[in-house]
């Protein structure tokens, strides 16, 4: 599989409580993409990065942000979870367009 | 925004054809693809068409695109039961800085015998 990794796996939460999703990939790939998973809403963009220090946002930003430190790594941060949050996360890389994304396993994410 | 519209439920025989339909607004978009989501996995890129083709075949898949009608279709032929899953078709709008794929709801395919 290409090297992507999405950490944890699973995590429950509380309501009001900072919490940091990690993708780390070993592709040395220069985009990643936070994406989040609803049903009847398919993906929908949450933050990209085009390179270290370099992000914008999705379509569904509000609540989120991310960094990206280094080139492999790209952090979410829901800076105070709400039930809303509740989703599953997925991470994608991607080098040229033409190829499309890669992506992580996911993080199943319960806000309660 | 652009938009991505797709049924969200399909069933057929194994060993039947299935036919998955999206819509897409963005006339601009340069590729479109199509991935598939087994249960509690990631998505597969399984293919994709550039926009000034009409056809793409990849073994038992088949891609029609119909640019004019911004309309994209996934056959699969001989279909079996481990092709049941969610597939997505996504595009990548106009593609600048960086590429920014934007996904349809997806389509359950269920496959019974």
């Known amino acids: 599989d290409a090297g992507i990794t999405q950490s944890p796996r699973h995590k429950v939460t509380e309501t009001g409580t900072p919490v940091t999703l990690r993708c780390h990939q070993t592709e040395n790939h220069r985009y990643m993409y936070w994406y989040r998973q609803d049903p009847g809403h398919g993906l929908r963009l949450i933050h990209y990065s085009y390179g270290v220090k370099d992000t914008d946002k999705g379509e569904v930003s509000d609540g989120y942000s991310v960094s990206r430190s280094k080139t492999e790594d790209f952090l979410l941060t829901l800076e105070s979870a709400t039930s809303s949050q509740t989703s599953v996360y997925f991470c994608?890389?991607?080098?040229?367009?033409?190829?499309?994304?890669?992506f992580g396993s996911g993080t199943r994410l319960t806000v309660v | 925004g652009e938009d991505v519209e797709q049924s969200l439920f399909l069933s057929v025989r194994e060993g039947d054809s299935s036919v998955i339909n999206c819509t897409y607004t963005d006339s601009s978009s340069t590729y479109l693809y199509w991935y598939k989501q087994e249960p509690g996995a990631g998505l597969q890129l399984l293919t994709y068409?550039?926009?000034?083709?009409d056809m793409k075949q990849d073994q038992r898949l088949t891609v029609l695109l119909n640019k004019k009608d911004k309309h994209l279709s996934l056959r699969i032929a001989d279909t079996q039961t481990g092709d049941s899953a969610i597939y997505f078709c996504a595009e990548s709008g106009n593609t600048g800085t960086a590429s920014k794929l934007t996904f349809g709801t997806g389509t359950r395919l269920q496959v019974t015998l």
């Open positions: 068409i550039f926009s000034n083709m």
């Open positions: 994608a890389i991607s080098e040229q367009t033409l190829y499309g994304y890669t």
